[in-house]
């Protein structure tokens, strides 16, 4: 009865449109509304109601959802969780920025570790050329140390990811540690195009405890990376002999060609590749 005055003025407001035919998408036949016609017919009884203010009244109220108490049944939970494990699983893609230079074990730990909480796991290796070895040798001692792990993908980073377009602050921080940095243009980009592209819900780094810049950084991503729906872990660094691992201790130690000290500290290709290069 309440909803008779409407179905008459829709009756012949889909009459209207069905007699010039100015809108054929509405209806399959001269009897049968489209599914988009069903949608237009449900949306005008729903305005309907609610400009006639039907739904004040709560007896005209029907709850088509599982109630609170419902939600709270410990058999439904069950059963839900039991059912929960056929679910297909989605892929989960994550990355990581490195400079590698070079490529030590601790860099080698890191990706251990996020590879292991992948499926896949893309290494972009900083691609500026202002690091004491160029990128074409630090981009191939990352994939020689990385040959073995099947879900590792190693790519240069471009001009978008820690570029001096992007992030200019980190190739002077060895002279500007007491700067406040903004890498908020970086990570967006980051965020908005690079991780979209491939997948990428999740970004590692290593714990920063000596470099203030890299520890900004660090801190502005567990920040902004969110807002782009990509988790942030940071990953506390491998240690020997109760100091972190570093690429600043290799070269260090490259001064006096102590390769035995720097044998305990990198991969097997790289010392190979600092022996030729060095010795």
């Known amino acids: 009865e309440f909803l008779k005055p409407f179905i008459g003025e829709q009756i012949n407001c889909f009459n209207k449109l069905q007699q010039p035919r100015r809108y054929p998408e509405v209806f399959l036949d001269e009897r049968h509304l489209s599914p988009q016609g069903n949608e237009l ?40 969780t039991e059912i929960s494990k056929y679910a297909p699983k989605q892929p989960v893609f994550g990355s990581i920025v490195m400079n590698c230079n070079p490529f030590t074990l601790g860099h080698r730990y890191l990706i251990e570790y996020a590879s292991s909480r992948v499926d896949k796991l893309f290494i972009f ?43 200019a602050a980190y190739f002077t921080k060895s002279e500007q540690q007491d700067i406040v940095i903004d890498a908020s243009n970086d990570l967006s980009i980051f965020g908005e195009q690079i991780a ?71 991969p097997a290709t790289t010392l190979n590749y600092l022996k030729e290069k060095f010795s």
Do not use: C
């Not at 690091?131 to 040798?137: G, K, N, W």
């Not at 942030?232 to 020997?240: C, L, M, S, V």
């Open 41 to 80: 017919w449900a949306e005008g009884i729903f305005d309907y109601l609610f400009e006639s203010k039907y739904f004040e009244d709560s007896n005209n109220l029907v709850n088509i959802r599982p109630n609170a108490e419902e939600k709270k049944n410990p058999d439904l939970q069950n059963y839900i």
């Open 125 to 167: 290796v900083v691609e500026e050329d202002k690091s004491v070895f160029p990128f074409a040798d630090r981009l191939e001692l990352v994939r020689k140390g990385t040959a073995d792990l099947q879900n590792v993908v190693v790519l240069p980073s471009g001009k978008f990811i820690i570029s001096a377009n992007t992030f």
């Open 196 to 266: 979209p592209t491939l997948g990428i819900t999740v970004r590692f780094a290593g714990e920063e405890p000596t470099d203030n810049i890299t520890r900004q950084y660090n801190s502005q991503m567990s920040i902004i990376l969110p807002k782009y729906n990509i988790r942030f872990e940071e990953i506390p660094r491998k240690e020997f002999n109760g100091v972190a691992i570093s690429a600043s201790r290799v070269r260090k130690l490259l001064e006096t060609k102590d390769f035995h000290s720097i044998a305990e500290i990198v």
